[in-house]
C-alpha cells in the first residue's frame, strides 16, 4: 500500500513539474527578510557589542571585573569573583571570555560593514568610519591575547574560512596602524555618512578622524619598549593628524537607563547585576568591593573624585564622606569578613548609572600620551608641564560627562587638586611614574586600558597578591589565555601561535610589553 502512494506522489510530481518548480524562488523567499544587510543596522550593533567586548562585559563578562581586580580597583572574598586579584589557579579559564565572545559578535559584524560599503566610492565615510571601529576592536583583543586571527578572521561565511591563522602581534599591530591612517586620510565631509546609525559621533567626519589619530596615538606608544622608532614615527604622525583634546570631541557610546540591556551601560550594568543591586552594602551577591589599595590612594592624595565615584553604607545609607572611605583587602580566604558593610563600593548615581555614557577616548588620555612624547623629545608643541596639568584637569571634568551634577566636581576643589599634582622634576622613569599613576586614576572604570598601560609603563606600581594557590607565582598576569576550543578546533593555528609566542599562561609576556 504504502509504495503505491509513492509511485502516486511521483507521478503527481512529473505531471505538474512545471507548476511545482514555475514560482519556487519567490514562494520559498521570506518576505520579511532583507537579501542585503544594512549597513547603519550592522554598524550599530558592532559599536554596542565592540565596547561591551572591550569592556570585558558582553558575551564575556566575567572579564571586566578580573581586569579590575588585577589593576587593583576591586577584589572579593570569593575566589571565584576575585580571581583578577588574586590569580586563583583554577579559574584561570575565566580569562578567555573576550576571545570567546569578540569574533562572533563585533568582528564578524563590522566585517559585514566593511564588505557592504567597500566598492561603492559615495560611501567612503561609512568604510572609513567601520575600519576605525575595527582596529579599536581588534586592539583591545590583541592587547589581552598577543597573537590572534587578524588578517583572515570573519572569513567563515564569506570563504568558508573556518580555521583562520593566528597573526604575529607585530603584525597586527603595524597593520592597524596602517589601517588608522588610510581611514583618517579617506574622510570626506561632503559625503554620506552613517547618521544617527553613528551613535559615537552621528557621522562628523572631523572628529572621526579625531578619534582615528587618537586611537594612532595610543598604539603607537604601546611600541615604546618593543619599537621606539615606530613609536616615535606614529606618535608624530598621530599629534599632527589631530587628536582629541577637547571635550567636545570626546568618544562615548551613549546608553538608555531602560530597555533592552544592550542599550544600557555595559560596565554599570555588570557590577549593578553583579553585586550592588541591593544598594546595603551587606548581601553583594559576589562579595565585591573596591580594594583598599584603590581607596587609600585616592585618600592619599586627597582626590575629589573620592566621594564622587565611592560610598560606604551607613545603617542602609550611602555615604560619601571622603574620611569614612575604606577598601578591602585582596587576601581574604574565600570567607565573608564580619565587618563587610564597612568597606567601599560604587556609588550608584555615577559608576553604577545605567543610562551614563561610556568613555571610549578621552583629551587626558591624549594629554598624557603627548606628554610622555614630549618628555622622549618626540613633540614640542608645549612644555610636558603644561600637557599634564591639562590632563589631570580633564580628567577631573570627565565625571560630570559621565553623571552630570552628580559627577560635577567644584572649581576650588579641582584647582586644589590641580595645584598639588604638577609634574615634578626628576629622570624620565620618575616623570612617567607620576604621569602613569594619575593615568591609572583617570582611567577607572576601564580596566582593560589600565592593565595595557601598567603592562608597558610599570606604573602604577602595584604590589602582586601571593595568594595561596594562585597561577603566577604570586605575580600579577601579563596577557589571558586562549580559549580550551582553539585547541581542538583551531589546533594548527594555535599551536604556531604558542610556538611563536610562548606558553599559552598568564605570564607570557605580548609582543610589545618587553621588560
Not at 581586569?67 to 579559564?93: E, H, I, P, R, W
Not at 588620555?365 to 618626540?378: K, N, P, V
Not at 586562549?482 to 594548527?492: D, I, R, V
Amino acid at each position: 500500500m504504502k509504495s503505491r502512494y509513492i509511485v502516486a506522489f511521483i507521478g503527481l510530481c512529473v505531471l505538474t513539474q512545471s507548476s511545482c518548480t514555475k514560482n519556487f524562488q519567490a514562494e520559498n523567499t521570506n518576505p520579511n527578510a532583507v537579501s542585503s544587510p544594512t549597513p547603519g543596522f550592522v554598524f550599530t550593533k558592532a559599536l554596542y557589542d565592540g565596547m561591551g567586548n572591550a569592556s570585558g562585559v558582553y558575551g564575556g563578562s566575567v572579564m571586566f571585573p578580573i581586569l579590575q581586580g588585577m589593576m587593583q580597583y576591586t577584589t572579593s572574598y570569593n575566589d571565584v569573583a576575585g580571581f583578577g586579584s588574586k590569580y586563583v589557579s583554577s579559574q584561570v579559564t575565566q580569562s578567555s571570555a573576550t576571545f570567546n565572545a569578540a569574533y562572533p559578535d563585533e568582528i564578524n559584524e563590522i566585517g559585514i560593514v566593511i564588505k557592504t560599503v567597500k566598492n561603492d566610492p559615495s560611501k567612503v565615510n561609512l568604510l572609513a568610519a567601520a575600519r576605525i571601529w575595527r582596529v579599536f576592536c581588534f586592539s583591545k583583543i590583541t592587547d589581552l591575547y598577543g597573537d590572534v586571527p587578524y588578517s583572515q578572521a570573519g572569513l567563515g561565511y564569506d570563504s568558508s574560512l573556518y580555521k583562520p591563522a593566528y597573526d604575529s602581534q607585530q603584525s597586527i599591530y603595524m597593520n592597524m596602524l596602517s589601517e588608522l591612517d588610510g581611514a583618517a586620510q579617506s574622510l570626506d565631509a561632503a559625503k554620506t555618512t552613517f547618521g544617527a546609525a553613528d551613535l559615537i559621533y552621528a557621522g562628523n567626519t572631523a572628529q572621526w578622524k579625531k578619534f582615528a589619530y587618537s586611537l594612532m596615538l595610543r598604539l603607537a606608544m604601546r611600541l615604546t619598549k618593543v619599537d621606539p622608532a615606530s613609536a616615535q614615527t606614529w606618535a608624530t604622525k598621530a599629534i599632527n593628524g589631530g587628536v582629541i583634546t577637547a571635550d567636545a570631541d570626546v568618544a562615548k557610546l551613549p546608553y538608555l537607563s531602560s530597555g533592552q540591556v544592550i542599550n544600557q551601560n555595559p560596565m554599570a550594568y555588570n557590577l549593578w547585576n553583579s553585586d550592588y543591586i541591593a544598594q546595603n552594602g551587606s548581601t553583594n551577591t559576589e562579595g565585591g568591593k573596591y580594594q583598599d589599595v584603590w581607596i587609600n590612594y585616592l585618600k592619599s592624595t586627597n582626590d575629589p573624585r573620592l566621594p564622587i565615584i565611592s560610598i560606604v553604607y551607613n545603617n542602609g545609607v550611602p555615604d560619601t564622606t571622603a574620611a569614612n572611605q575604606k577598601g578591602m583587602p585582596s587576601n581574604i580566604n574565600n570567607v565573608r569578613p564580619a565587618n563587610f558593610v564597612t568597606y567601599s563600593e560604587p556609588n550608584p548615581k555615577t559608576v553604577l548609572l545605567l543610562g551614563s555614557p561610556q568613555l571610549i577616548f578621552t583629551p587626558a588620555e591624549s594629554y598624557f600620551l603627548m606628554t610622555e612624547a614630549t618628555l622622549r623629545g618626540w613633540y614640542s608643541g608645549g612644555s610636558a608641564a603644561t600637557l599634564y596639568t591639562n590632563g589631570v584637569q580633564a580628567a577631573l571634568r570627565q565625571w560630570a560627562i559621565i553623571a552630570g551634577s552628580a559627577g560635577t566636581i567644584s572649581a576650588s576643589a579641582m584647582n586644589a587638586y590641580v595645584s598639588a599634582n604638577t609634574l615634578v622634576a626628576g629622570t624620565l622613569d620618575q616623570q612617567l611614574s607620576q604621569v602613569y599613576t594619575q593615568f591609572w586614576v583617570s582611567i577607572f572604570p576601564d580596566g582593560a586600558e589600565a592593565f595595557s598601560s601598567w603592562r608597558r609603563t610599570g606604573y602604577p606600581a602595584l604590589t602582586p597578591n601571593n595568594y595561596p594557590g594562585n597561577a603566577t607565582g604570586g605575580q600579577i598576569p601579563r596577557r589571558m589565555v586562549y580559549p580550551t576550543s582553539e585547541q581542538n578546533l583551531n589546533g594548527a593555528a594555535y599551536n604556531a601561535a604558542v610556538s611563536r609566542q610562548g606558553a599559552d599562561d598568564l605570564m607570557t609576556r605580548v609582543w610589545w610589553d618587553k621588560k
